[in-house]
């Protein structure tokens, strides 16, 4: 099977995420929206240019193991036009599962939380990227090699769809048509995703297709205005103390957590805000209280 030389898209991407930053400052002052904060701003953007550096060392561990999986395939899946139609939804397919398991397990939310700690929404949010997930989250798409896709076009693909969800960081879009709503992830969708209201939390983890959502039980339309951040916010600007607080912190409820290991081992399995005595609050925690309110309401 001849194998076609692939660019890195992302880095291609970088001076399109520039200007495209920069166009939307203008935009929301001339519009006055909410100002940009630019100390938050050029926080996302530092993150952002560390998970590009970080990823100059992840891509090549993930190409290996990716290579390793590759020799077990079950199909040889050629570079054709259908195998990357294909491709798209099963990537994004995974993405789901890995996006949704970010949400639902503090292993995972230790590093996703960095995408979601500015209390902003806008483009350069987008940047905003872990420094330490690309080293473990990767095992989501390692079945796409298993069954054949070349781990070229899984990495591609994968940066196709990050390309993709660049553009959905934004409240100077409101609603895209009917159509493109039901079936595509869209800056309604994703407000949704990024904000703390009762009812918003750990709904809409589409990548590029909405339908997954929809298909699994966690769509929900944005109907009241997201207010953006964390159920609890981590308040610095550092990108050192963003990239790292919710690891510090996960090892220290498990370091000084008094109970048996088996329990403390928990801290890493369940969802973030878990605790050993039952002290802890989760975002189905929240969510219920707030459908009981809307109950009685009526």
Same mark, same amino acid.
């Given at each position: 099977?001849q194998?076609?030389?692939i660019?890195?898209l992302?880095h291609?991407a970088i001076?399109?995420f520039?200007?495209?930053?920069?166009?939307?400052v203008?935009?929301?002052?001339k519009?006055?929206l909410?100002?940009?904060e630019?100390?938050d701003?050029a926080?996302?953007?530092t993150?952002?240019?560390?998970?590009v550096f970080?990823?100059l060392?992840?891509?090549?561990i993930?190409?290996?193991?990716?290579?390793?999986l590759?020799?077990y395939?079950?199909?040889?899946?050629?570079?054709a036009?259908?195998?990357?139609?294909?491709?798209l939804?099963?990537?994004d397919?995974?993405?789901y599962?890995?996006h +949704?398991i970010?949400h639902?397990?503090?292993? $995972?939310w230790?590093?996703?939380?960095?995408?979601?700690?500015s209390t902003?929404?806008?483009?350069s949010?987008?940047l905003r990227?872990?420094?330490?997930g690309?080293?473990y989250?990767f095992?989501?798409?390692?079945?796409l090699?298993?069954i054949?896709?070349?781990p070229?076009m899984?990495?591609t693909?994968?940066s196709?769809?990050?390309?993709?969800?660049?553009?959905?960081?934004?409240?100077?879009?409101?609603k895209?048509p009917k159509?493109?709503e039901?079936?595509f992830?869209?800056?309604?969708?994703?407000?949704?995703?990024h904000a703390? /209201?009762?009812?918003y939390l750990?709904? /809409?983890?589409a990548?590029?297709?909405?339908?997954?959502?929809k298909?699994f039980?966690t $769509?929900?339309?944005?109907?009241?205005?997201p207010?953006?951040?964390l159920?609890? #916010?981590?308040?610095?600007? /550092?990108p050192?103390k963003?990239?790292?607080?919710e690891w510090y912190n996960m090892?220290?409820?498990?370091?000084?957590?008094?109970t048996?290991?088996g329990?403390?081992?928990l801290?890493?399995i369940?969802?973030?805000?878990?605790?050993?005595?039952g002290?802890g609050?989760l975002?189905?925690d929240l969510r +219920?209280?707030?459908?009981?309110?809307q109950? #009685?309401?009526?």
């Amino acid at each position: 099977m001849q194998i076609p030389e692939i660019p890195n898209l992302i880095h291609y991407a970088i001076p399109f995420f520039i200007l495209t930053v920069i166009i939307e400052v203008i935009l929301t002052v001339k519009v006055k929206l909410e100002d940009y904060e630019f100390k938050d701003a050029a926080t996302s953007i530092t993150m952002g240019l560390g998970n590009v550096f970080v990823g100059l060392l992840t891509k090549g561990i993930i190409l290996g193991v990716f290579l390793f999986l590759y020799q077990y395939r079950l199909f040889t899946i050629p570079f054709a036009w259908w195998s990357w139609i294909i491709l798209l939804f099963a990537e994004d397919f995974a993405y789901y599962w890995n996006h +949704r398991i970010a949400h639902e397990s503090r292993l $995972f939310w230790a590093s996703h939380v960095v995408h979601h700690s500015s209390t902003k929404y806008n483009l350069s949010t987008a940047l905003r990227q872990t420094w330490s997930g690309s080293f473990y989250t990767f095992i989501f798409w390692a079945p796409l090699a298993i069954i054949g896709f070349h781990p070229l076009m899984i990495l591609t693909q994968m940066s196709i769809s990050l390309l993709y969800q660049y553009w959905i960081h934004t409240e100077l879009i409101d609603k895209m048509p009917k159509w493109f709503e039901a079936v595509f992830n869209t800056p309604s969708h994703h407000r949704v995703h990024h904000a703390t /209201n009762p009812q918003y939390l750990d709904r /809409n983890h589409a990548g590029i297709f909405i339908i997954w959502d929809k298909l699994f039980g966690t $769509f929900e339309p944005e109907v009241e205005k997201p207010v953006y951040g964390l159920v609890t #916010n981590i308040n610095t600007y /550092n990108p050192i103390k963003v990239a790292f607080i919710e690891w510090y912190n996960m090892f220290t409820d498990v370091y000084k957590s008094k109970t048996s290991i088996g329990k403390r081992l928990l801290y890493f399995i369940k969802p973030p805000g878990w605790k050993h005595d039952g002290t802890g609050k989760l975002s189905t925690d929240l969510r +219920r209280e707030w459908e009981n309110k809307q109950e #009685n309401k009526t």
